[in-house]
Nanobody, 121 residues
Framework: QVQLLESGGGLVQPGGSLRLSCAAS????????MGWYRQAPGRQRELVAT???????NYADSVKGRFTISRDNAKNTVNLQMNSLKPEDTADYYC???????????????WGQGTQVTVSG
């Protein structure tokens, strides 16, 4: 059983910072891409940032220059450092990972349960 567990959400004032973390656990053989997505009320889930196993990154235009994604392959974790937060960053943030579990033949996409980020002052 593979699980993703996020942490680090909360309430922050505009201009503030938060750091989200996500840890993958379970019977994991390998992890390919990892990333963060978000979903605001009444809107579709959207990509925030992704990172490959070799460190290649991709960001949504709306967060470039403010957010930084990183990962620790030894610990199966991915982090999202969010700076200069804006009210429009308010959303539920979800961790996503492409994982090959032990005993599986196919890579599968796993999602975390989400962590809420509210930017308000």
């Amino acid at each position: 059983q593979v699980q993703l567990l996020e942490s680090g959400g909360g309430l922050v004032q505009p201009g503030g910072s938060l750091r989200l973390s996500c840890a993958a656990s379970g019977s994991i053989f390998s992890i390919n891409s990892m990333g963060w997505y978000r979903q605001a009320p009444g809107r579709q889930r959207e990509l925030v940032a992704t990172i490959t196993s070799t460190g290649g990154t991709n960001y949504a235009d709306s967060v470039k220059g403010r957010f930084t994604i990183s990962r620790d392959n030894a610990k199966n974790t991915v982090n999202l450092q969010m700076n200069s937060l804006k009210p429009e960053d308010t959303a539920d943030y979800y961790c996503r990972a492409n994982i090959l579990a032990n005993g599986d033949m196919w890579w599968q996409i796993y999602w975390g349960q989400g962590t809420q980020v509210t930017v308000s002052g």
